[in-house]
């Protein structure tokens, strides 16, 4: 279905030259002198990048229809990561382009969102909130606070966060999927 430049708006998603963006923001031109135009800030919906384009008062930009999925995650294998599809159950192969930095905070039986565009992934989301147990971690020096009072701390999955020096082995942390950061310790 083609939009005109009034329909473009943030969270659409659109098809130029023939790569899926997401529109992140808009802006809608009227010069005093010419045709109006929007400048759209769009992202890649593959590989997350960022970019900007001009849209004429007269250009008809294709919709893309992206299907969002909720999986799990099973395994990897090689360089594929597998995840079985929630309703009906089938299994889902992912390169690690796809899934991008998002692998270190993979872990077992994690739920994602996936996001399809004609049976082909596009791009996984983690949730914004998980919970994961230290696995590797020095002790904090109690009242050394030269580091700002963090230390680093190796999670289930094999990623290094900062934590504050009160955490130990085994306990549980809730991190920011989207920024990596120590949010609380869990229950």
């Known amino acids: 279905m083609a939009l005109s430049i009034n329909e473009i708006k943030s969270g659409v998603t659109i098809l130029v030259d023939s790569i899926v963006y997401m529109v ?3 802006q809608h031109v009227k010069p005093g002198k010419g045709a109006a135009f929007v400048r759209a800030k769009l992202r890649n919906m593959k590989n997350s990048n960022v970019q900007e384009k001009t849209f ?6 294709e919709q893309a229809f992206v299907e969002e999925r909720k ?9 594929m990561f597998h995840f079985m599809d929630q309703d009906n159950f089938e299994e889902v192969a992912i390169s690690e382009i796809a899934i991008a930095d998002n692998k270190k905070f993979l ?6 969102s996936g996001y399809f565009y004609k049976n ?7 949730p914004f909130f998980v919970e994961y147990t230290i696995t590797h971690s020095e002790p904090g020096i109690k009242g050394d606070t030269a580091k700002s009072g963090t230390k680093p701390a190796e999670i289930e999955t094999g990623a290094t966060i900062q ?5 130990d082995v085994g306990d549980k942390v809730k991190i920011d999927t989207r920024t990596g950061e120590y949010i609380e310790r869990a229950a």
């Open 163 to 167: 934590v504050p020096l009160f955490i």
């Open 71 to 79: 999986l799990q995650y099973l395994y990897t294998s090689g360089s």
């Open 24 to 26: 992140i923001d808009t």
């Open 56 to 61: 004429r008062g007269d250009d008809k930009i």
């Open 120 to 126: 082909d992934i596009l791009t996984i989301n983690l």
């Open 107 to 112: 872990k077992d039986n994690i739920e994602v």
